[in-house]
């Protein structure tokens, strides 16, 4: 208990007293005190079994209140989530009481500083790394966790999306380490971040329990973020990483090894071999390694309550759970442990997700961020500029709708600017994913919510090269986004698009070039009558195509790009771009730049 310096003198002359008559009674009956520690001893034996918990979290992306900042109104769907940290809080406050302070850690399986206004605010708007030499604020993912009392998170790719010096200004904020033992100097190919973290479960009058937590990130950062950590990071496979780590942390006396993985569990990658090492590699490394426990598993933004996977070394079972994304779920990882032959053995594990959904949002975040959560919903309703008719996005994926051809006209206009005499010269289009079918620019006052609602991730933009072969190939690797509807068969457009797990943000439209996506034929040979001003395009004709980042450096595996020659490149955001567009022109019109050049059909009959 601390002394206030008023009531020092007089605590230290109580304490001596007090001191003098133990020590005085400890002499006179030394036999008495040993008996009475011995029976304290027996009615206090150390505990043969004990249990904890681990909760987890994954993929919060900035959200911290229960709030869309794009449609500046409370989160809503249609299975009835809520979103945010600050409704995760409280039941994190349940079980810490329902179980004891001291039997529950807390992590996370990262993304955390991207993909929310918020974040975009403390990352371009207010950076958290300062300006000018002023101080920069503190991230609010920062002061909510801190609060939450997290014991560690995973790296999530996203968190290089910003560059690696906001990365490390975020980690300094923190009081938890965030973990990364693949996220490696590229000279010393050493973790540049903390790999692991033990944390001791206290048991009374016995051993402590250590648990090891391991940390790995996505191998398709050293793609998607390529011009942040090209040339200072590299990113090995999680299953290569796992296998130097687990039997570290088993040496190290852990009786408990768990990982967090931003990784998801079905041995998939989007970037198909343009890297050596899987994206979804969690199920693998529990194959694959022996000593693992559990895994809490991040990255793929879905509901996995309770998955075991068998290691094919050892026979035990590994026990995975991913609790889906935006702070929609919260993982619960029990664990019961006996202790046999001087040390805890794992006896029983299980997991499941419990939904915040029902529980009210911390009184103490909403203290501590309600101020920066109305700086930025102020930020996001600033009006940049006018619209001469709504436009909306519901039909993007399926139909060439002006929304797109905005993103398309930017994209264009400023690669345009920057290109070099002789590549001016070159037909230029533009690729381009639908990112949200809910986004709308309504008409009239536009704001810079309703844009980023458009285009809601921070990529940046390329020029890149590619002949028109290529151009075709490219094109037929985003026409799989359709299933195949034979000629004759109603078209549904509720069952229509996402085939082979080819999801909206991966599925490019081009303009500047005409051309039909037949979804009456096979994968591979859809793409039809395909021109440039009204002729066809020619195997050995060369494009400077308008591309963000993301696909560029190869994410979602389109062929060619990753590999062609660059025209053009720039590190502002594309959103950016768009808002900028709004607020020189003063009035966003569709007659400036909507064309319909590509459409759906059927054996060549147009769909819609």
Request: glycine share 8%; proline share 5%; charged share 20%.
């Amino acid at each position: 208990m601390p002394v206030s310096p008023m009531n020092r003198r007089e605590f230290v002359k109580k304490s001596a007293v007090t001191g003098a008559v133990v020590a005085a009674a400890g002499a006179a009956g030394t036999g008495t005190a040993e008996a009475a520690d011995r029976k304290h001893r027996h009615h206090h034996k150390a505990p043969h079994t004990w249990s904890f918990s681990i909760l987890g979290t994954t993929d919060l992306h900035s959200h911290v209140f229960d709030w869309d900042y794009y449609r500046d109104a409370p989160y809503t769907d249609k299975a009835g989530n809520s979103v945010g940290v600050a409704r995760v809080a409280t039941l994190i406050k349940q079980q810490r009481e329902e179980k004891g302070e001291h039997r529950v850690l807390l992590v996370d399986a990262g993304d955390i500083i991207q993909g929310t206004s918020l974040a975009y605010y403390f990352a371009r708007v207010d950076p958290i790394t300062g300006t000018d030499g002023t101080p920069g604020p503190k991230h609010p993912m920062a002061v909510a966790m801190n609060h939450m009392r997290y014991d560690a998170a995973a790296l999530g790719n996203h968190e290089f999306n910003y560059g690696i010096e906001l990365l490390r200004k975020f980690e300094s904020q923190c009081d938890f380490p965030l973990l990364g033992a693949n996220a490696c100097d590229a000279k010393t190919l050493r973790p540049a971040f903390q790999p692991y973290t033990i944390k001791r479960i206290r048991v009374p009058h016995g051993p402590d329990i250590k648990v090891g937590i391991l940390g790995l990130t996505n191998p398709g950062i050293a793609l998607w973020d390529k011009d942040n950590v090209s040339g200072k990071m590299v990113f090995p496979g999680l299953v290569e990483q796992a296998k130097k780590f687990v039997p570290r942390l088993r040496a190290l006396g852990c009786d408990v090894v768990f990982l967090t993985d931003h990784s998801g569990l079905d041995g998939s990658s989007s970037y198909g071999d343009e890297l050596p090492y899987v994206e979804n590699a969690s199920n693998l490394v529990a194959e694959q390694v022996p000593g693992i426990d559990a895994i809490l598993v991040g990255h793929t933004h879905v509901e996995v309550s309770s998955y075991t996977v068998k290691n094919e070394e050892t026979g035990e079972d590994v026990l995975l759970s991913e609790p889906y994304c935006y702070g929609k779920r919260l993982t619960v990882f029990d664990f019961d442990l006996e202790f046999h032959c001087g040390r805890w053995r794992v006896t029983n594990k299980k997991a499941q997700t419990l939904n915040p959904n029902a529980v009210d949002e911390d009184p103490e975040i909403k203290k501590l961020l309600e101020a920066d959560h109305e700086l930025v919903v102020k930020y996001v309703n600033t009006p940049v500029g006018t619209c001469t008719q709504d436009l909306s996005a519901a039909e993007s994926c399926w139909k060439d709708v002006p929304v797109m051809d905005f993103i398309h006209e930017v994209q264009m206009a400023k690669v345009a600017s920057g290109l070099s005499a002789a590549d001016a010269a070159l037909p230029l289009i533009s690729v381009a994913a639908p990112f949200s079918r809910t986004a709308d620019i309504p008409a009239g006052d536009v704001t810079i919510r309703d844009i980023a609602g458009l285009y809601i991730y921070d990529n940046t933009l390329y020029g890149k090269k590619l002949t028109g072969a290529q151009l075709k190939d490219y094109l037929e690797y985003a026409a799989k986004y359709y299933h195949q509807v034979p000629s004759g068969t109603t078209v549904d457009t509720s069952t229509l698009t996402n085939a082979n797990k080819f999801w909206d943000y991966m599925y490019d439209t081009a303009a500047g070039v005409d051309y039909e996506i037949d979804i009456a034929q096979p994968e591979g040979s859809r793409i039809k009558h395909l021109t440039y001003q009204g002729a066809p395009v020619a195997d050995d004709q060369v494009f400077v195509v308008a591309v963000n980042n993301y696909r560029a450096n190869g994410g979602s595996g389109y062929p060619h790009i990753a590999d062609a020659d660059i025209a053009f490149s720039s590190m502002s955001e594309i959103r950016q771009l768009m808002i900028d567009y709004v607020t020189e022109k003063k009035t966003l019109d569709p007659a400036d730049f909507a064309a319909a050049n590509w459409k759906l059909t059927q054996d060549g009959t147009p769909v819609f």
